[in-house]
């Protein structure tokens, strides 16, 4: 973002431009283009009436209302400074965006917004706001648009936990705006990522400091993020998930320590089979940046987890799981070897159909030999009592 300079005066021509109804008026049109013709900058207030957004009820699309787009589009073809001040709840769809060159989120803002406005326009005051919810390209993107609002009354939350950035990172999707995301009159720049430790118990607690400066040349304050990827975990996560930022005011040239302290709960997730929250043991990568697709930095941190996991196995759990602790492994292999199948499921999964192998559920396996088929639920039943109710990983 550029900033043009503080200025002490200025002549300023108003037009309204268009109606909060969204009707074209072609004489409020005619003359908002005509005041933008004879300026050195068009800035244009648009956003949401109270017909397309307020409390009590859903938006039917997240499109600016068209007569304004229309006086967007008009006055772009006579003045090449557009500048957009914005008025609205919530994210928007900007199809005009290569119309204008600036754009400022006004937000629903409150009896001082003129004057604050004013300030940041005419370069008094460095914006320094960062979005806290991603913009879409359009509606269709979003994660709940094929399940909302439901039907005969019921909406299924079927994003899960994947909404917002959660969603739009995992899938690797192109945004218009990120979610963290903001522009400034100034620079910064983001070095010397540490950690406290490289190999850490999740009771003891992780420091992550950054280096940030201001390189540019005027005064202003950024918003550290910082994010943390789960390497590998039982459960389908999200690319990444905010665990801390902090906003720190550095004049230019200025550099300052951002800190942050992590605990047990930030590596955390909630599994909703042992309905309790579980830390694993494992890889996490610490990322600090200046959004979620912004990362300036890296380091992956090593957490071993003080939490008894409970893997609970059933006849639907695949034999990739049965495999995967010392006792559920030697239970079942036990049951095979009773049963005369050992040997051959011992060669199943060092051949090249392993991954195949490995990948169906527990109680297919049993049907490799039609022996077995038709005894298959009570070969089961035997290893799962085995088995209890459950193996501590």
């Known amino acids: 973002m550029k900033r043009c300079g503080v200025f002490e005066t200025a002549h300023i021509s108003y037009a309204a431009g268009y109606l909060k109804k969204d009707v074209m008026d072609e004489s409020l049109l005619a003359e908002a283009v005509l005041a933008a013709q004879t300026s050195d900058v068009a800035v244009l207030f648009l956003g949401l009436p109270d017909q397309m957004e307020s409390e009590g009820y859903d938006r039917a699309h997240l499109r600016l209302p068209e007569n304004q787009v229309v006086l967007l589009k008009e006055i ?65 993107d979003n994660p709940s648009y094929l399940n909302f609002p439901g039907v005969y009354g019921k909406v299924e939350y079927k ?72 390497l590998q975990a039982r459960l389908i996560r999200p690319e990444q998930e905010l665990k801390g930022f902090d906003k720190i005011q550095l004049k230019s040239g200025e550099k300052r320590t951002v800190r942050f302290h992590l605990e047990k709960r930030d590596y955390s997730y909630y599994n909703p089979h042992l309905k309790r929250w579980v830390m694993e043991s494992g890889e996490f990568e610490i990322r600090v940046g200046k959004s979620s697709r912004d990362i300036c930095l890296k380091q992956i941190v090593t957490v071993e987890s003080t939490d008894q996991v409970e893997l609970v196995l059933t006849g639907d759990s695949t034999v990739k799981d049965w495999l995967s602790t010392p006792t ?32 169906m559920p527990l109680q297919k396996l049993f049907y490799f030999d039609p022996n077995k088929a038709e005894k298959a639920d009570q070969i089961l039943q035997k290893l799962l009592t085995m088995m209890k109710k459950g193996v501590t990983a």
């Open 76 to 140: 772009s073809k006579v003045n090449d400074n557009v500048v957009v001040v914005l008025s609205n709840g919530s994210a928007i769809e900007m199809p005009w965006i290569d119309h204008v060159n600036a754009i400022l989120e006004g937000w629903l803002t409150g009896q001082a917004s003129g004057s604050a406005v004013v300030d940041i326009l005419f370069g008094k005051t460095n914006p320094s706001g960062k979005l806290q919810e991603t913009f879409a390209f359009q509606l269709e």
């Open 328 to 359: 559920s492994r030697q239970a079942l292999f036990d049951i095979l070897a009773e049963e005369g199948m050992k040997e051959q499921i011992e060669h199943a999964l060092q051949g090249e159909h392993a991954p195949m192998v490995k990948g």
């Open 159 to 230: 994003e899960s936990i994947f909404v917002g950035y959660r969603y739009y990172d995992k899938k690797k999707m192109n945004v218009l705006f990120p979610f963290g995301y903001g522009l400034s009159y100034t620079t910064f720049d983001y070095s010397n990522l540490r950690l406290s430790g490289d190999s850490i118990k999740d009771v003891d607690g992780l420091t992550v400091e950054v280096d940030v400066e201001n390189i540019g040349d005027v005064d202003g304050s950024e918003i550290a993020q910082l994010y943390i990827h789960d």
